[in-house]
């Protein structure tokens, strides 16, 4: 019998062919989409791996930032400024002096050429242990001591009238602050005055803690009330010196600005500073912009003007600017503390070509470069800013790091073409913090009157300390004027009084070294 068609050994074994190469296929087709898993598992476990180590990194980064807010706020709550370091060194030097031969050149106080008083130091009865004394010899000691005392002067004043007009005509004495009489008779004399304004404008004691201190250390009785009336008298009579200080400023060559806050019956106010080479200009303001700035330098100035970069300064157009390297190189020192390591390269970049041009400067003032050296050098340097500024920043502080140095491109670098100019506004910087002892003990001025006397009073005293000169002896020179209204000699005379060098005709805002007329002055 023939078999039947459906069993046929050759159909039998071409199905089995056709199986078999199917399943080689899915296995072949199977072992491709396993290794393209295990690909792909490899891929997303190293990016699992990278994700984990950047999310340490970021915590790491989050609990730093998160200890310097902690730290910022609790500095900002102190009374005084924090001095800490806050890292102790591992291995600090042993304090004092070195013993032995490297304590090196020993100095002591010199022996005074007169004596006021002697006073002769009796030896004791007996020793201790109950024997009698023998002297050897007679050692002297000195003490260089103040008097706590109190002294009343007496004027006798003769009062005459005048035979043709009939006028009351009366002598005075050169230690006499006042005509007064009757009254207003009895006064304080011009040393216990000066001290007052010293204690309270220079030292930043309030008026009760100076009339304590008065009371305590002299025998002085005076009353709070009393020191501030003493303070407003002599910021008025210094009040035509003050103006004649601003408009020696206003004709100086060379001007360093600052502002800061300051409190005038608890509202916000500015107090500005202006520094040249023998005079320092204060003035509290109630607003931070151009229309105060030029009420105290002259919207017209046209000399070199120091600053911090505050746009308000580049609206005197007829000035030529610095900007303040120091300013530029801390902030791009705190932008590369907190950026990662790619976002810190441009503040680095920044921060060492900075560095450079102030290195450039010092070694023209060692005559280590020739002037035409020194521009060359400058050109230079303002190529490779140049070339940093051109590339593009994705970091957002990087992006506003750059958009400030394109504006201050032109004023970075005046320095290097006018050789004598400084670089930075540290001058400024250091008139305002010599008054920010007082802005934190007192916090500020309680009327508008109190906020001008202390610009007066402060103009007078850091003008004073500026020239060499004594602020106390300027005070009293001021009290004992017989003028109501007095010019001291602290006011330069002329414009190159006050200016190291003369300026160009026509200041551009990016001056060329075929333009810096300062460079003579170096």
């Given at each position: 019998?023939?078999l039947?068609?459906?069993?046929?050994?050759?159909?039998?074994?071409?199905d089995?062919?056709?199986?078999?190469?199917?399943i080689?296929?899915?296995w072949?087709s199977?072992?491709?989409?396993?290794?393209?898993l295990r690909?792909?598992?490899?891929?997303?476990?190293?990016?699992?791996?990278?994700?984990?180590?950047?999310?340490?990194q970021?915590?790491?980064e989050n609990?730093?930032l998160?200890r310097?807010?902690?730290?910022?706020?609790?500095?900002?709550?102190?009374?005084?400024?924090?001095?800490?370091?806050?890292?102790?060194?591992?291995?600090?030097?042993?304090?004092g002096?070195?013993?032995g031969?490297?304590?090196?050149?020993?100095h002591?106080?010199?022996?005074p050429d007169?004596?006021?008083?002697?006073?002769?130091?009796?030896?004791?009865?007996r020793?201790?242990?109950g024997?009698?004394?023998e002297?050897e010899?007679?050692?002297?000691?000195?003490?260089h001591?103040?008097?706590r005392?109190?002294v009343w002067?007496?004027?006798?004043?003769t009062i005459?009238?005048?035979?043709?007009?009939?006028?009351?005509?009366?002598?005075?004495?050169?230690r006499?602050?006042?005509?007064?009489?009757?009254a207003?008779?009895?006064?304080?004399?011009?040393d216990?005055?000066?001290?007052?304004?010293?204690?309270?404008?220079r030292l930043?004691?309030?008026?009760?803690?100076?009339?304590?201190?008065?009371?305590?250390?002299?025998?002085?009785?005076?009353?709070?009330?009393?020191?501030c009336r003493a303070?407003m008298r002599?910021?008025r009579?210094?009040?035509?010196?003050?103006?004649?200080?601003?408009?020696?400023?206003?004709?100086?060559?060379?001007?360093a600005?600052d502002?800061?806050?300051?409190?005038?019956?608890?509202?916000?106010?500015?107090?500005?500073?202006?520094?040249?080479?023998?005079v320092t200009?204060?003035?509290?303001l109630p607003?931070?912009?151009?229309?105060?700035?030029?009420?105290?330098?002259?919207?017209?100035?046209?000399?070199w003007?120091t600053?911090?970069?505050?746009?308000v300064?580049?609206?005197?157009?007829?000035a030529?600017?610095?900007?303040?390297?120091?300013?530029?190189?801390r902030?791009?020192?705190d932008m590369?503390?907190?950026?990662?390591p790619?976002?810190?390269?441009?503040?680095?970049?920044?921060k060492a070509?900075?560095?450079?041009?102030?290195?450039l400067?010092?070694?023209?003032?060692?005559?280590?470069?020739?002037?035409?050296?020194?521009w060359?050098?400058?050109?230079?340097?303002?190529?490779k800013?140049?070339?940093?500024?051109?590339?593009?920043?994705?970091?957002?502080?990087?992006?506003?790091?750059?958009?400030?140095l394109?504006?201050?491109?032109?004023?970075?670098?005046?320095?290097?073409y006018?050789p004598g100019?400084?670089?930075?506004n540290?001058a400024?910087?250091?008139?305002i913090?010599?008054?920010?002892?007082?802005?934190?003990?007192?916090?500020?001025?309680?009327?508008?009157?109190?906020a001008?006397?202390?610009?007066?009073?402060?103009?007078?005293?850091?003008t004073?300390?500026q020239q060499?000169?004594?602020?106390?002896?300027?005070?009293?020179?001021?009290?004992?004027?017989?003028?109501?209204?007095p010019i001291?000699?602290?006011?330069?005379?002329?414009?190159s009084?006050?200016?190291?060098?003369?300026?160009?005709?026509?200041v551009?805002?990016?001056?060329?070294?075929?333009?810096?007329n300062l460079?003579v002055?170096?």
């Open positions: 019998m023939a039947s068609k459906a069993f046929h050994p050759f159909a039998v074994i071409h089995l062919k056709r199986t078999i190469v199917s080689r296929e899915q072949r199977t072992r491709r989409e396993n290794e393209r690909k792909e598992n490899e891929q997303w476990r190293e990016r699992a791996e990278r994700l984990e180590r950047e999310r340490e970021l915590r790491e609990e730093r998160k310097q807010l902690d730290d910022a706020q609790r500095a900002a709550k102190r009374q005084a400024a924090p001095f800490t370091r806050g890292v102790r060194k591992q291995h600090p030097q042993r304090p002096r070195k013993p031969a490297a304590y090196g050149k020993r002591s106080k010199p022996t007169h004596v006021d008083d002697v006073i002769a130091v009796p030896p004791p009865a020793c201790a242990c024997g009698a004394l002297v010899k007679i050692e002297s000691q000195y003490q001591e103040i008097v005392k109190t002067k007496r004027f006798d004043v005459c009238r005048c035979t043709v007009c009939h006028r009351r005509v009366h002598g005075r004495d050169r006499q602050t006042s005509d007064a009489f009757g207003a008779a009895v006064q304080l004399g011009p216990a005055l000066a001290l007052a304004v010293t204690m309270n404008k930043g004691l309030p008026h009760a803690d100076v009339a304590t201190v008065l009371q305590d250390g002299f025998g002085l009785q005076v009353n709070r009330s009393t020191v303070v002599v910021a009579r210094g009040e035509a010196t003050w103006h004649a200080l601003r408009d020696a400023a206003r004709r100086s060559l060379v001007n600005i502002e800061t806050g300051w409190n005038v019956a608890a509202q916000l106010h500015w107090l500005w500073v202006l520094v040249t080479e023998q200009v204060c003035d509290i607003g931070r912009g151009f229309a105060q700035a030029s009420s105290l330098l002259g919207a017209d100035y046209d000399g003007l600053h911090d970069g505050w746009a300064y580049y609206k005197f157009l007829k030529s600017h610095q900007s303040c390297v120091a300013h530029l190189i902030r791009c020192r590369a503390a907190v950026a990662t790619i976002a810190a390269r441009f503040p680095l970049r920044v070509l900075l560095e450079d041009g102030l290195a400067r010092d070694r023209y003032h060692t005559q280590a470069i020739s002037l035409h050296g020194l060359t050098a400058t050109g230079r340097l303002e190529v800013l140049d070339r940093v500024l051109a590339r593009a920043y994705h970091d957002p502080a990087n992006r506003r790091l750059a958009k400030h394109h504006h201050e491109r032109p004023y970075l670098f005046t320095f290097l006018c100019l400084d670089a930075t540290n400024a910087e250091r008139a913090r010599a008054v920010i002892g007082a802005r934190k003990n007192w916090g500020g001025n309680r009327t508008q009157a109190g001008h006397a202390q610009a007066v009073l402060t103009s007078l005293a850091q004073a300390k060499g000169k004594n602020p106390f002896d300027v005070m009293v020179q001021l009290l004992c004027s017989r003028e109501p209204r001291l000699d602290v006011v330069p005379s002329t414009r009084d006050s200016s190291p060098a003369p300026p160009p005709t026509r551009p805002d990016r001056v060329h070294p075929s333009q810096a460079a002055s170096a």
